[in-house]
């Protein structure tokens, strides 16, 4: 079993900066890809970024390029985003998932078979 814990969200006005981070524990954390999804009220979960097993490879959803950065350090089984530029369409519950097949990664949320309880962000205008 694995397990994913959230933290960092938090109320930001408009322009300002968030850093989310995500403790994995629960299996190999160095073999599976790792993203970050996001839900607003009444929306669908949507992709966020995605980072590779080494952390070698990145990918962003169109909205959040140049102003999400996903990152991940395999000594602590941490991955992070780090959310600069912030907007009030941001405003959404993230949620930290694992991808569920080691040496993959992807962009579907039905590819993760594990998430975190999600985190908090507000972003005022």
């Known amino acids: 079993q694995v397990q994913l814990v959230e933290s960092g969200g938090g109320l930001v006005q408009a322009g300002g900066s968030l850093r989310l981070s995500c403790a994995a524990s629960?299996?190999?954390?160095?073999?599976?890809?790792m993203g970050w999804f996001r839900q607003a009220p009444g929306k669908e979960r949507d992709f966020v970024a995605v980072?590779?097993?080494?952390?070698?490879?990145?990918d962003y959803a169109d909205s959040v390029k140049g102003r999400f950065t996903i990152s991940r350090d395999n000594a602590k089984n941490t991955v992070y985003l780090q959310m600069n530029s912030l907007k009030p369409e941001d405003t959404a519950v993230y949620y930290c998932?694992?991808?569920?097949?080691?040496?993959?990664?992807?962009?579907?949320?039905?590819?993760?078979?594990?998430w975190g309880q999600g985190t908090q962000v507000t972003v005022s205008s």
């Open positions: 998932a694992a991808h569920g097949s080691p040496g993959t990664m992807g962009v579907i949320r039905y590819e993760y078979n594990y």
């Open positions: 629960g299996r190999t954390f160095s073999n599976y890809a």
């Open positions: 980072i590779s097993w080494t952390g070698r490879i990145t």
